[in-house]
T-cell receptor, first 112, second 114 residues
Framework: QKEVEQNSGPLSVPEGAIASLNCTYS??????FFWYRQYSGKSPELIMS????GDKEDGRFTAQLNKASQYVSLLIRDSQPSDSATYLC????????????FGGGTRVLVKP | GAVVSQHPSWVICKSGTSVKIECRSL??????MFWYRQFPKQSLMLMAT?????????EQGVEKDKFLINHASLTLSTLTVTSAHPEDSSFYIC??????????FGPGTRLTVL
């Protein structure tokens, strides 16, 4: 079992719709959770971090964390073609220091 | 703030040669730097963790004698791929950390070994 799992996609959404991405993790003591966006040929850029259960909103992005179920999700509202990218979920645990474990990424395609 | 640069952005080399990649934190002093490798259509795989003035900690399966990491200062870490072969062709990305739970990624270096 992979430590951090994501559906590889592609997740195809029409412009203006909500894109919903999910991520599950295996280490129950994980404490910090991150969503990165990566455009083709570029390095990842951080879009959201979340540390406690519940929702965290930042602009069109909402991260949701449920530690009991060991999943973290990302919602992208009013999806735009510029949101087309691969979204990487990353997890950090207390034993890992600063190390991040990345999921395989979900490719999102927003169609005009 | 929190800008990380890498040099070069791309490099093509012949098999058997060595290639050095630099990672710099431009506006902050990084306590830790990380080196990742990403093959096409795959996620980032951590290669090693580097702290200034000490030996790098390599992940399982990463050859430390092939991937030499030097972290000479709080703003510079280098990765040298020694005796590169075509299977080493990949996208190499560094990140720099100032505090726990913060990693700022460089733009990456695309290595092609002929």
């Amino acid at each position: 079992q992979k430590e951090v799992e994501q559906n590889s996609g592609p997740l195809s959404v029409p412009e203006g719709a909500i894109a919903s991405l999910n991520c599950t993790y295996s280490d129950r003591v994980s404490q910090s959770f991150f969503w990165y966006r990566q455009y083709s040929g570029k390095s990842p850029e951080l879009i959201m971090s979340i540390y406690s259960n519940g929702d965290k909103e930042d602009g069109r992005f909402t991260a949701q964390l449920n530690k009991a179920s060991q999943y973290v999700s990302l919602l992208i509202r009013d999806s735009q073609p510029s949101d087309s990218a691969t979204y990487l979920c990353a997890v950090n645990g207390p034993a890992a220091g600063n190390k991040l474990t990345f999921g395989g990424g979900t490719r999102v395609l927003v169609k005009p | 703030g929190a800008v990380v640069s890498q040099h070069p952005s791309w490099v093509i080399c012949k098999s058997g040669t060595s290639v050095k990649i630099e990672c710099r934190s431009l506006d902050f002093q990084a306590t830790t730097m990380f080196w990742y490798r990403q093959f096409p259509k795959q996620s980032l795989m951590l290669m090693a963790t580097s702290n200034e003035g000490s030996k790098a900690t390599y992940e399982q399966g990463v050859e430390k004698d092939k991937f030499l990491i030097n972290h000479a200062s709080l703003t510079l870490s280098t990765l040298t791929v020694t005796s590169a072969h075509p299977e080493d062709s990949s996208f190499y990305i560094c990140s720099a950390s100032l505090r726990v739970n913060e990693q700022f990624f460089g733009p990456g270096t695309r290595l092609t070994v002929l």
